[in-house]
């Protein structure tokens, strides 16, 4: 019996699709949009194994070699994984903590991180935010949703944060509780409501000086330094869906990142 393959339309962002047209594409292009088309409408959620190879062929009466050329191809650029001997999995958050877990304070390499403890300091609000529209390419009068929070570790602060998220990408944002966002990642919330993996950040650092707001939340002098990150996430098609700007207090600690080794 043939596999049962479900393939649904692409669903628009911001009123555009964040697919190419069809127009002459190549058939692996053809299976590679399909394929992010599901993930994309929430079809197929990160951490669902697709249709077999064999299935896709037969489904696109495509040999399977393009096939393999297709699925290869979403593999390398972060959207699916592999596991041997068991299929293709749409990849998930999870499979990038070392690049999430964007605030590891250590004393060195070998230390252990601290852990850190997730605080709103407000209600999610709504508004234009001008320079977030600038960073993720879009119309300066977009309404965000802001969230301001503080990352304390044993009630001394040591993150404040605001995040930026559109709200076309996320109308329904402001109904997620203060509570589910102090238990839970942000990427990890959005992945699980919204079926929207992070497949990669973008970061600019900077040293600052603190002034009266960031410094009487982090509780620390004015003028003390503090290391300044803009962050910008995106998902599928280099989405971006969040800009953040964090300040650090790394007085005693360091900032630990750990990546993949390029050769």
């Known amino acids: 019996m043939a596999e049962e393959i479900i393939l649904t339309k692409n669903r628009p962002v911001n009123g555009n699709s964040i697919f190419a047209p ?8 053809l299976i590679q949009d399909t394929i992010l088309g599901n993930i994309a409408n929430g079809t197929w959620s ?21 096939v393999r050329h297709a699925l290869q191809g979403l593999v390398e650029q972060g959207y699916l994984s592999r596991q041997q001997g068991r299929g293709t999995y749409v990849r998930n958050s999870s499979e990038h903590t070392d690049s999430l877990r964007y605030y590891r304070f250590a004393e060195n390499f070998a230390s252990d991180c601290l852990r850190l403890n997730i605080k709103c300091l407000e209600p999610v609000n709504l508004g234009q935010e001008p320079k977030a529209a600038a960073k993720m390419n879009l119309p300066p009068d977009t309404m965000f949703f802001h969230l301001p929070r503080v990352f304390k ?9 605001i995040s930026y998220l559109p709200r076309d990408i996320f109308p329904d944002f402001n109904q997620i509780s ?22 990669s950040t973008m970061e600019a650092i900077s040293a600052v000086a603190a002034h009266e707001e960031n410094a009487a939340i982090l509780e620390v002098a004015d003028g003390s330094p503090l290391l300044r990150i803009e962050m910008l996430a995106t998902t599928i098609r280099d989405l971006p869906y969040e800009y953040r700007i964090s300040y650090l207090h790394t007085e005693d600690q360091n900032i630990i990142r750990k990546n993949a080794a390029h050769y």
């Open 46 to 66: 990160p951490g669902d194994r697709i249709p077999t190879e064999r299935g896709l062929a037969d489904f696109f009466q495509a040999s399977i070699g393009t």
């Open 22 to 29: 069809q127009g002459e594409r190549p058939k692996y292009r």
């Open 178 to 199: 203060l509570r589910e966002h102090e238990e839970t990642p942000l990427y990890l919330l959005i992945e699980q409501r919204y079926k929207m993996p992070t497949l």
């Open 153 to 161: 570790h044993e009630n001394r602060p040591m993150v404040y944060v």
